[in-house]
């Protein structure tokens, strides 16, 4: 039942906003200090086929783009999915009962039992692994293939505009390998909690991505996230800081760039559109 797949989708799902609307979206052109143009798209990356047409910014986008950029190239996911598959698990004679508090396994014990999920199988698992687990896209009536990525992959494939990635497979994989015994338990444990105004949040996460509103997607990320910034620094924060050189790379090469990365990498002050602002490049959201 866990898979590199399912991994993959759930922190696609942690930060994406699912809706569709007509309107302006989260698309914007940038042009660099000295020249060159590039794309920016922010990604829903689980979607319903209701959620259909896709905004007409992203496919001016995409007629427009020479190349695809993502935040990682599927291709090397594919190729790296038992080494994902082995970051979430155990080693032989080591099991989760041995990394957590006894009251989080008995709690987990219980949970796991009222879905039938056997102890054997949820045991095996890094908390980590289990808290994106229970994120799948799947669990939500969400298909990955329907999401944005998903669907410009195919274009491009149809197209042959090249496909590439703002990381490799294992960064991917070591934001969240990479989190200690406590963060990965504290992560896990924060699938647990309620939100407080819950549906009444993500009306507003809606709302705000119908308008492109990606500083009131942040905001509502940041609150998510509040009990465990740190959290926020390696999947948000850290990335966005590792693209920007590539980012700049992409739009100084004479080509022009799609680059799609989830909606929650946009706002704050560390966002992307912020680090591109500070080094001089203008953005005009489309």
């Known amino acids: 039942m866990f898979s590199r797949r399912s991994l993959l989708l759930a922190v696609g799902f942690y930060f994406s906003v699912v809706v569709a609307h007509a309107g302006p979206a989260c698309v914007w052109k940038v042009t660099g200090p000295r020249g060159g143009t590039l794309y920016l798209g922010g990604s829903v990356h689980a979607l319903r086929s209701t959620d259909y047409p896709l905004p007409a910014t992203y496919n001016r986008a995409f007629e427009a783009c020479d190349r695809l950029v993502f935040e990682a190239d599927s291709k090397a996911l594919l190729e790296a999915e038992k080494d994902f598959v082995k970051a979430g698990r155990y080693g032989k004679g080591d099991s989760l009962r041995n990394h957590v ?11 796991f039992d009222l879905v039938h999920f056997p102890e054997e199988q ?6 980590w ?5 229970l994120q799948a896209p799947q669990l939500h ?12 992959e195919r274009r491009a494939q149809a197209n042959h505009k090249p496909v590439s990635g703002l990381e490799s497979a294992r960064e991917g994989i070591e934001v969240f390998s990479g989190l200690t015994d406590r963060q990965s338990e504290a992560m896990l444990l924060l699938t647990f909690i309620p939100q407080e105004n819950g549906g009444n949040a993500m009306n507003k996460v809606m709302t705000a991505w119908r308008h492109g509103d990606v500083e009131t997607i ?28 590539k980012i700049e790379r992409d739009l100084q090469s004479g080509r022009i760039y799609f680059v799609v ?10 966002g992307l559109l912020a680090l591109l602002r500070a080094r001089g490049c203008r953005i005009e959201q489309l």
């Open 101 to 111: 508090d006894p009251r989080t396994y008995a709690y987990l014990r219980r949970f």
């Open 261 to 270: 990365v989830g909606a929650g990498h946009f706002g704050g002050p560390n």
């Open 122 to 127: 949820f045991s095996r698992l890094k908390p």
């Open 141 to 152: 009536g969400l298909s990955p293939d329907l999401g944005v990525e998903g669907y410009l």
């Open 218 to 245: 942040a905001r509502e990320s940041r609150q998510e996230m509040a009990d465990f910034p740190a959290l926020g620094e390696r999947v948000i924060d850290a990335r966005n800081r590792n693209w920007i050189p």
């Open 129 to 133: 692994a289990l808290a994106l687990l």
